[in-house]
């Protein structure tokens, strides 16, 4: 009787509003914690001290399974996320039950999705994610879609984009930021010259209406229009500047910060002359009209594709005993940049540092890029190593040795046919999973990757025929990954081509073609007697017609990434010595550096004996006020525990398959949860289809 009068009592305070309704803090209802993106919450009920004592408390299994890289979102007791084919879950957070289930489970679209995103006005509660180039609004309680928005609960993403974008590949991978009626929204696109322009688009939850548009490639009469050749924003051959990675938006404010990435296509710009501005910016624009109010560009004219990989944290930070609201954003290159956030003014001094020259024939490197001086980089820089540093674990160090000497490993060092060292590499340094921060005392908490790539370019030999027709068709659109000869890249990630023709039917490559798998985009553009001689070609079929005409006789680009290439022996160890991946504790009050810690063991390293050597990661950490910090993301397939305070680990469990997501956090009947995404698949890893769910 006596709790619950209590229980009345708080109840009724709430209701009148002298106490706060903390139970939005029980919840975990937007990607990555909140609207900030800081993977922050204030539950206590798991600390330092028992973490040890976490147990598996249910698991949920996915009919199908591959990469899982969502950060699921946990409301009034329903957990909501996405499976391995995009099929939209919900499941009861107290047991993993499911309770409903959206989309068609013979399409699998075979994407990688990190997320859906919620709203709820008054007693109406909707979850808007996308499947394809599609987003749905569904009913959050029944998983049935909302005919009333869009099409029959569906808008095309292509709405709104000019025609050049018509048939052009477009998908979500993050889920939309949502500002009261808004739903902002992140593509992904191509990387060649056939991208869609990478517009930031807003539109109307209730209504799936577009409600305004900003162009990152400007339009005559808008701000940066100089900054690409005149009219590139209806070029055929010049498209993106998008934001793939998501968002952080001030509700206070009402600014909404956009990072976005490189223009296509990535690695050569010689018919994008130019500063080109809105690429590889963080813009800060009006969240109800998307008007500009400031922007600052990371890199001038991108040709090595460091599109700017997370979203940015919101937090506070102290100068002269004054809190100052501030955005930080981490990127690839192993920067963060931190500013004054209604305004833009950087909040440490950063420098514009002169870089070299391009040699590539039609190519114009911008004169130099900008770098902070506080905090120092959290990932090594290419034009920091020496011979000292070829990893000593590898059994082809003078292979190593001879392939480090050849290649460019001065800073920001141009694209070259001699190839080009880009470290940290095309994943980060900072990736995806993006940082952990506490809001009010501004630290910021960042996994780094220190794998070294090399990119090296091939010019494009004009007038060259085919023995088949399908070849022409490979070698524009398909050769960066898998290779001219189809062999691939398999210590990089790219499975070789050459003998799919033994394991699929033609009808399902057609249908990859089209809709892309994992991190590979989509090729709808790729269609009729085109599709069908490319399809043909990796069956191994016999040509059925002469040579092709001459190959991309028209196109403006000279030059091409001869493929995506760690710089790793045979092994798949990295060229360069540990370590391979770190954990960073930043105060962003003075620019300094808490703690630094190797992050993870190299598998097969450590069964030897050889352990701290850090290893590749995706996926963010979270924070907790109480000083703990939890992080899977690691290849070693290991959930870990740390104190953030010192950096020392104080917890590892092995989990059933790698989780290269964010955890999400929340609580249920008076008992914490934490719950992660176990999908494996990347990095060699093997392919699981869990959810896991943590309590004490």
């Not at 990893?391 to 050849?406: D, G, Q, V």
């Amino acid at each position: 009787m006596k709790n619950f009068l209590l229980l009345f009592l708080t109840c009724t305070l709430i209701f009148f509003g002298f106490i706060p309704d903390k139970s939005s803090y029980f919840d975990w209802s937007e990607y990555l914690g909140g609207k900030d993106r800081n993977h922050f919450s204030t539950l206590n009920q798991i600390t330092l001290e028992n973490v040890k004592n976490l147990k598996v408390a249910w698991t949920y299994s996915c009919a199908d399974s591959g990469q899982i890289q969502i950060n699921p979102l946990i409301v009034n007791k329903r957990l909501y996320g996405v499976t391995p084919s995009v099929q939209a879950i919900c499941l009861d957070a107290e047991t993993g039950k499911e309770i409903w289930k959206f989309g068609d489970p013979l399409k699998n679209w075979a994407s990688t999705s990190r997320g859906v995103s919620y709203w709820k006005n008054g007693t109406e509660e909707r979850i808007l994610y996308t499947v394809g180039p599609n987003l749905w609004a569904l009913d959050a309680n029944t998983g049935k879609p909302i005919s009333s928005f869009g099409t029959d609960g569906k808008v095309d993403l292509h709405t709104g984009l000019p025609a050049i974008a018509k048939d052009k590949f477009i998908i979500s991978n993050t889920p939309g930021t949502i500002y009261q009626n808004l739903i902002i929204m992140p593509l992904r696109l191509s990387e060649g010259e056939d991208a869609a322009p990478g517009d930031i688009r807003a539109f109307d939850v209730i209504t799936g209406q577009l409600v305004w548009t900003f162009h990152t490639i400007p339009y005559p009469g808008e701000f940066g229009y100089e900054t690409f050749p005149k009219n590139a924003y209806k070029n055929q051959e010049v498209g993106a500047a998008n934001n793939w990675a998501g968002m952080a938006v001030d509700e206070k404010s009402g600014i909404v910060f956009v990072p976005t990435g490189s223009a296509g296509y990535d690695f050569y710009g010689a018919n994008r002359k130019g500063q080109n501005l809105f690429s590889d910016c963080l813009l800060a624009l009006d969240a109800k009209t998307g008007k500009r109010k400031w922007h600052y560009q990371f890199v001038h004219h991108d040709m090595w594709d460091r599109d700017i990989p997370a979203p940015p944290n919101l937090i506070q930070v102290e100068r002269n005993g004054k809190k100052i609201d501030a955005v930080a954003q981490i990127t690839k290159q192993g920067f963060v940049f931190l500013f004054e956030r209604t305004t833009g003014k950087p909040l440490f001094d950063i420098k514009e540092v002169p870089v070299p020259a391009s040699q590539l024939n039609g190519e114009l490197a911008w004169e130099t890029q900008p770098r902070p001086v506080l905090p120092k980089p959290y990932g090594r820089q290419a034009n920091e190593l020496t011979l000292a540093d070829i990893n000593p674990y590898s059994s082809e160090k003078e292979t190593l040795i001879e392939t480090f000497k050849s290649i460019d490993k001065r800073w920001f060092a141009p694209p070259s046919e001699t190839g080009t060292m880009i470290f940290p590499g095309f994943d980060g340094g900072g990736e995806w999973g993006g940082a952990a921060a506490h809001p009010s005392k501004g630290i910021l908490f960042v996994n780094s990757n220190e794998m070294p790539w090399i990119q090296k370019m091939d010019p494009v030999k004009k007038g060259e025929v085919f023995d088949h027709p399908g070849e022409k068709v490979y070698r524009a659109n398909c050769a960066m990954c898998h290779k001219n000869d189809l062999s691939g890249n398999p210590a990089s990630g790219y499975p070789k081509l050459s003998d799919i023709y033994k394991k699929r039917t033609a009808a399902f490559i057609s249908n990859l073609i089209g809709t892309g798998k994992g991190m590979m985009p989509g090729y709808p553009q790729i269609k009729g007697v085109d599709k069908d001689n490319l399809v043909s070609f990796l069956m191994k079929e016999t040509a059925k017609e002469a040579g092709p005409k001459a190959a991309e006789a028209n196109s403006p680009i000279l030059y091409r990434m001869a493929g995506y290439r760690k710089f790793v022996d045979k092994e798949g160890l990295p060229g360069i010595s540990p370590p391979w991946g770190t954990l960073n504790a930043i105060d962003l009050n003075t620019g300094k550096y808490l703690w630094k810690v190797n992050f993870g063991d190299e598998p097969s390293l450590a069964a030897k004996g050889i352990k701290g050597t850090g290893t590749e990661n995706y996926g963010g950490p979270i924070l907790f006020e109480n000083g703990l910090l939890l992080i899977a993301a690691s290849k070693d397939g290991y959930f870990r525990a740390f104190n953030a305070r010192t950096g020392e680990e104080v917890w590892k469990f092995k989990l059933p398959y790698a989780s290269f997501a964010t955890p999400s956090t929340y609580m249920v009947n008076g008992k914490q949860y934490v719950v992660l995404a176990c999908g494996g698949t990347k990095l060699g890893t093997p392919k699981g289809n869990l959810y896991v769910a943590f309590s004490l």
